[in-house]
């Protein structure tokens, strides 16, 4: 089977700017989670997507959006960057629940914001 | 919400050794608690998982042990290679609600 897969790998952007980032998941995997990955914060939770329903949500400004496709596919999308955005952004899937089964991650993203 | 606290932030072993990185959790609730390996420029990867009816687990020179009292868990990596070095990342979760909450990550470095 195919891993995670996330597009683009690097990205830079400019303050104010938006972005999308994309995530296929492990087929037959219907959860997909995003985290932020930074050296001093480690990987923090941004949202879960189940079924195309948001099924969990972290502790970010509403600037982080995101959606599921019926085929599990993800985006996240950020608006207004800032430079506190700077970070790895990581997706994972798992079969079941974000916190219930293995989560297999993605290479990831690496946003640069100048 | 969950908050799980990693320990230590930097260890430093000679090949050969013990490597042990404990967690703590906040929550009762939680009842699974995965461990991730993740290498220099590389995603992150499971390397074992526990749940909360278990209290030990091991896979060849990987063990993770749990203390649902104490509400602590720990890796222990045996006979410790160069190719070992890495970040290491717990977490923890209550499966009924779902939401994988992980620690600050533990930077392994294993001098050959």
């Known amino acids: 089977k195919a891993g995670v897969t996330q597009t683009p790998r690097y990205l830079i952007k400019t303050r104010g700017q938006q972005v999308t980032l994309s995530c296929s998941p492990i087929s037959g995997h219907r959860s997909v989670s995003w985290y932020q990955q930074t050296p001093g914060q480690g990987l923090q939770f941004l949202f879960e997507?189940?079924?195309?329903?948001?099924?969990n949500k972290g502790n970010f400004p509403g600037r982080f959006s995101g959606r599921q496709f019926s085929n599990s596919r993800s985006e996240m999308n950020v608006s207004t960057l800032e430079l506190g955005d700077s970070a790895l952004y990581l997706c994972?899937?798992?079969?079941?629940?974000?916190?219930?089964?293995?989560?297999?991650f993605g290479d990831g993203t690496r946003l640069s914001i100048l | 919400g969950e908050n799980v606290e990693q320990h230590p932030s930097t260890l430093s072993v000679q090949e050969g050794d013990s490597a042990v990185i404990k967690c703590t959790y906040s929550?009762?609730?939680?009842?699974?608690f995965p461990w991730y390996k993740q290498e220099l420029g590389k995603r992150p990867q499971l390397i074992i998982d526990i749940r909360s009816n278990v209290g030990e687990k091991k896979d060849q020179r990987i063990a993770v042990t749990l203390n649902k009292t104490a509400k602590h868990f720990s890796l222990h990596i045996t006979e410790t290679q160069p190719e070992d070095s890495a970040v290491y990342f717990c977490?923890?979760?209550?499966?009924?609600?779902?939401?994988?909450?992980f620690g600050q990550g533990t930077i392994l470095t294993v001098h050959p």
């Open positions: 994972a899937s798992s079969l079941g629940y974000s916190g219930a089964q293995p989560q297999h």
């Open positions: 929550d009762s609730a939680s009842n699974y």
């Open positions: 997507y189940f079924s195309e329903t948001q099924r």
């Open positions: 977490a923890a979760s209550d499966t009924s609600y779902g939401k994988l909450t």
